[in-house]
Nanobody, 119 residues
Framework: QVQLVESGGGLVQAGGSLRLSCAASRSIFSFNFMGWYRQAPGKQRELVASITSGSTTNYADSVKGRFTISRDNAKNTVYLQMNSLKPEDTAVYYC?????????????WGLGTQVIVSS
């Protein structure tokens, strides 16, 4: 079992930046997928960015060039640097960690952090 705690959300003007952090209660070294999802009111949760254990990253088209995901295994933390924020980035952002051990899949979620981008 692992707990994920997001932080760093808040209110920012369009064009501004925020850095989200996802702190895990234990080592994230074994998680072969860690990602940030977001859910805006009335919309489905969508994958924003992900990073593998080998540090391969993937981004939604809507955030490419503006957001950067990174992981610090020593600090058991995953980050999402968000620059050039737009009002449409407003959402609750969730941290997710996945791994498979033999045939059993593990999937963990944080409770989310609110990001509001004003125009």
């Amino acid at each position: 079992q692992v707990q994920l705690v997001e932080s760093g959300g808040g209110l920012v003007q369009a064009g501004g930046s925020l850095r989200l952090s996802c702190a895990a209660s234990r080592s994230i070294f074994s998680f072969n997928f860690m990602g940030w999802y977001r859910q805006a009111p009335g919309k489905q949760r969508e994958l924003v960015a992900s990073i593998t254990s080998g540090s391969t990253t993937n981004y939604a088209d809507s955030v490419k060039g503006r957001f950067t995901i990174s992981r610090d295994n020593a600090k058991n933390t995953v980050y999402l640097q968000m620059n050039s924020l737009k009002p449409e980035d407003t959402a609750v952002y969730y941290c997710n960690a996945k791994t498979t051990i033999i045939i059993q899949k593990f999937d963990y979620w944080g409770l989310g952090t609110q990001v509001i981008v004003s125009s």
